[in-house]
């Protein structure tokens, strides 16, 4: 009965610190972050971006490298890491047909 009571306490006492520490209150907080206004901002204004960005390359028919990373490593996978998709992954898509020059 007493091990019963000590293997009890033990568990709750780890189950209790995971609860307090915190990581798992950072990672709460990340989750709910995800889904918040201000995310949802942030994707919308990248898309714009990556839109306008992206079919003025596609009207001018050609692209530079520097033009290109610049797109794609600080708008673009950002943008498709926070959940972002649709129209922006369909210019990025003729973009990546574009001729570098």
């Not at 206004?37 to 520097?66: P, Q």
Request: aromatic share 10%; glycine share 8%; net charge neutral.
């Amino acid at each position: 009965m007493q091990s019963d009571v000590n293997v009890l306490q033990i568990v709750l006492t780890i189950f209790g610190s995971v609860l307090a520490s915190s990581g798992f209150w950072a990672f709460l907080s990340a989750r709910s972050e995800k889904k918040s206004n201000k995310n949802k901002l942030l994707l919308g204004l990248a898309c714009d971006r990556i839109v306008h960005l992206g079919m003025s390359y596609i009207k001018r028919g050609w692209i530079t490298k520097d033009e290109y990373e610049t797109l794609h490593d600080y708008l673009w996978l950002p943008y498709q890491a926070n959940g972002g998709n649709g129209t922006a992954a369909r210019v990025m898509d003729e973009v990546d047909k574009l001729e570098i020059r």
